[in-house]
């Protein structure tokens, strides 16, 4: 994950769409040129967080910052179409969607699981969404270097995109409208959602869904961590794909 210092140089890679995924403010900074990086990161769908002197400290290791770092990802993410241009002739895709996953640990679990299971695509949202630093690489074990991976603004309208190239969308939901996921009779082409790990799937999202689906629990406990309910549901329908 590269890192870059200063308030012009990161205003300056925003505008030129560079792959920022993340931008750190020590607490209190402030200027025109800080409000400028501020209002493209929201535009661009690009976390901006405000930390600690301390925290701020330990991230830049001392060097002249200006108050401000930017974290670039070193992997290129492709566009929707591009995505789709991978799979457009495939009978029998999985694409799994992250809608909001917040935690690199979790994000990196997933990433690992999708390309265990062979899936063909994966999309990221850009707001409240982890991003993919040295954290979720790590604990991908490479898997993200490996997987076709592109990052969407509307969620609503990709999803919209992809029942057009005629994806049944599955959503992972907990609730009386979900049936058991062994119960899906499940199309061979599959766009996967799962969502947020404390609040799921937003409701804009759920709308979408052409089939929701839950994972029964049997304990006292009942949900699973998302990283490994995508794990039962992903092999669940690799599964399916094959008989």
């Known amino acids: 994950m590269e890192k870059i210092f200063g308030r012009k140089p990161i205003l300056e ?7 920022i995924e993340q931008i750190y403010v020590v607490h209190g900074t402030k200027g025109e040129v800080i409000y400028r990086i501020k209002s493209l990161a929201k535009k661009r769908g690009v976390k901006f967080s405000e930390i600690s002197s301390a925290k701020f400290k330990t991230l830049t290791q001392g060097k002249n910052t ?3 770092v930017a974290l670039k990802s070193e992997k290129e993410y492709l566009t929707l179409d591009e995505l789709l241009g991978k799979v457009e002739f495939n009978s029998s895709s999985i694409i799994l969607i992250l809608e909001q996953i917040q935690d690199p640990h979790n994000l990196g679990a997933i990433l690992r699981t999708a390309d265990c299971a062979g899936v063909d695509g994966v999309i990221l949202t850009t707001n409240n969404t982890a991003p993919i630093n040295d954290t979720a690489i790590k604990i991908s074990a490479g898997a993200v270097s490996h997987l076709n991976i592109c990052k969407v603004s509307n969620l609503v309208q990709a999803l919209d995109i992809l029942k057009k190239e005629h994806f049944w969308v599955v959503g992972s939901y907990l609730g ?3 049936i058991p996921y062994f119960n899906l009779d499940a199309p061979k082409k599959i766009a996967l959602i799962v969502g947020n790990e404390e609040n799921g799937l937003r409701l804009s999202t759920m709308k979408k869904c052409d089939y929701l689906v839950e994972i029964p629990m049997k304990g006292e406990i009942q949900s699973l961590n998302v990283s490994v309910a995508t794990g039962v549901l992903l092999f669940e329908l690799v599964k399916n794909k094959n008989n």
Not at 13 to 19: C, F, L, R, V, W
């Open 66 to 68: 200006q108050g401000i």
């Open 176 to 178: 009386n409208e979900a």
């Open 13 to 19: 890679a925003i505008k030129a769409g560079e792959n």
